[in-house]
């Protein structure tokens, strides 16, 4: 089963896509563990696509697809922004980048989800959750 949304580029509309993942944990009998990964990982890719992809522009769109193959949750989310480097992301986890308010959302979606991939152009992340 695939699905697609489009929210606005405001941050109440994360509510919207905590609706849907407590929608398919319901219908896919998805557990507590996974649930609390697909929850944090989401969340914190479409807030990285509100504030940083689309700069809280409300008339830019957040894309959330979604699809369930081969015992896996695949997640795509996509802005309307500009892009970024994925690659000079600074460590959150690094001396020198702990009071830096940057990376920790990128840092919590590759450790709570089984694959992580971003777009050439860094407008797209790809999520993929073993069930």
Same mark, same amino acid.
């Given at each position: 089963?695939?699905?697609?949304?489009?929210?606005?580029?405001?941050?109440?509309?994360?509510?919207?896509?905590?609706?849907?993942? %407590?929608?398919?944990?319901?219908?896919?009998?998805?557990?507590?563990?996974?649930?609390?990964?697909?929850?944090?990982?989401?969340?914190?890719?479409?807030?990285?696509?509100?504030?940083?992809?689309?700069?809280?522009?409300?008339?830019?769109?957040?894309?959330?697809?979604?699809?369930? $193959? %081969?015992?896996?949750?695949?997640?795509?989310?996509?802005?309307?922004?500009?892009?970024?480097?994925?690659?000079?992301?600074? %460590?959150?986890?690094?001396?020198?980048?702990? $009071?830096?308010?940057?990376?920790?959302?990128?840092?919590?979606?590759?450790?709570?989800? %089984?694959?992580?991939?971003?777009?050439?152009?860094?407008?797209?992340?790809?999520?993929?959750?073993?069930?």
């Amino acid at each position: 089963m695939k699905r697609e949304i489009k929210i606005a580029s405001k941050i109440e509309n994360v509510a919207i896509v905590e609706n849907l993942i %407590d929608e398919i944990s319901l219908r896919y009998k998805i557990g507590a563990e996974v649930y609390g990964n697909v929850l944090i990982a989401i969340v914190e890719a479409v807030t990285n696509c509100i504030i940083h992809g689309n700069k809280l522009n409300a008339e830019k769109a957040v894309y959330i697809k979604y699809e369930i $193959e %081969d015992k896996e949750l695949i997640f795509a989310i996509k802005d309307e922004g500009e892009g970024f480097d994925f690659s000079k992301i600074p %460590d959150p986890t690094k001396p020198t980048n702990v $009071e830096k308010p940057h990376g920790r959302g990128v840092f919590l979606m590759i450790h709570l989800a %089984d694959k992580l991939e971003f777009n050439k152009e860094g407008t797209e992340v790809t999520l993929k959750f073993k069930l």
